[in-house]
């Protein structure tokens, strides 16, 4: 062997050895992004969407505690609808100014129930999922809003709303969930995800709820156009269903363990529980977390409410009207 290939070979040899002893160590692992961040700290903090959500109380208990010191309700209604009528002792606040309220002009922590009322339910619960995720973990949604305490403030509401126009364009078929897919960009600037939550939180309380709202008459009409969660018991899926809705179990679907994953993160999710309100707790969290969601209001009592009362799967009914003392 001549002299200058012996040293080229041995050249490659110990080329070789080193290229494979670098590609050996341990490479180090890339930053968490500010989804993945925020992802990890609200399932690592009680995973509140996956578990006990939605935080309601019925008229029923906020009747039975008129007097209790130790529970306050916050009336998100309108000024006007706050002074024809409101439950004793309630206070009135615009929505938007409700993390405000709560974190710099009372003791929150001081009160055993802090219920957010509104006139059906359905924004009270987004507000209070918000909260909830900020760290109020005593704040509940009046379940069915005022239209649970009174007949008139629910003729415009539930009355009006729960329909059967519907029912007879669903269908039965079950859907298959899409792989897993990208995931939304974050870009708050922060490092922290305490920081990143409390931030992505008073960004949301910024934008009106009605913002995010996608009825069903629309969905039903349009469902090429939406990206359509049915976040239902799986018998109320079976019974009917929007046509291309897919069936994302509650409390459980929208983990990174689960499915959270399989949500587009370029098109528009329309979540669909029995009520509106369930979902709206959801839509809060998709929300926080980079995801274009919408709540469709009144859920599916709103396309086929008889069913729901027939079989017991949260109908609403006039049964629901209390018709509680207001304050005028």
């Known amino acids: 062997m001549k002299k200058s290939t012996f040293y080229f070979v041995l050249f490659f040899a110990v080329t070789s050895i080193f290229s494979s002893f670098k590609n050996s ?59 024809y009528g409101h439950i004793k002792k309630s206070q009135n606040l615009k929505a938007e100014e409700l993390l405000t309220y709560l974190d710099n002009k009372i003791n929150a922590a001081s009160y055993d129930k802090i219920t957010i009322a509104c006139y059906s339910g359905q924004s009270a619960a987004y507000y ?62 922060k490092m922290d995800a305490q920081e990143i939550l409390k931030t992505r939180i008073k960004e949301a309380f910024t934008k009106p709820y009605k913002e995010s709202l996608v009825k069903s008459a629309i969905a039903i009409e349009n469902p090429q156009d939406y990206f359509i969660v049915n976040y239902t018991r799986n018998e109320v899926y079976s019974a009917g269903h929007i046509k291309g809705a897919i ?19 370029d098109k528009k999710i329309v979540i669909n529980c029995d009520t509106g309100l369930h979902a709206a707790y ?27 009362v027939e079989k017991n799967w949260n109908g609403w009914s006039k049964n629901e009207i209390k018709n509680f003392p207001v304050v005028e």
């Open 25 to 83: 160590e341990k490479q180090p692992d890339l930053p968490l992004s500010e989804f993945e961040l925020l992802v990890q700290y609200l399932e690592n903090n009680g995973n509140f969407i996956n578990t006990v959500s939605p935080a309601l109380v019925d008229a029923q208990e906020i009747k039975e505690n008129l007097k209790n010191e130790k529970y306050l309700v916050l009336d998100i209604r309108s000024a006007d609808w706050f002074d």
């Open 128 to 189: 209070t999922s918000l909260l909830r995720f900020y760290g109020f973990n005593n704040v509940y949604s009046l379940k069915w809003g005022m239209s649970s305490w009174d007949q008139e403030f629910a003729t415009n509401s539930w009355v009006k709303n729960a329909k059967d126009e519907f029912s007879d364009q669903l269908e039965k078929t079950t859907n298959a969930k899409p792989e897993k897919g990208v995931t939304p960009i974050l870009s708050t600037g």
């Open 247 to 265: 069936h994302y179990e509650p409390n459980k679907c929208l983990s990174s363990k689960t499915n959270l994953f399989t949500l587009p993160s």
């Open 282 to 308: 959801a839509v809060a969290y998709l929300k926080i977390l980079g995801y274009d969601a919408y709540n469709m209001p009144y859920g599916s009592n709103s396309y086929m409410n008889s069913i729901m």
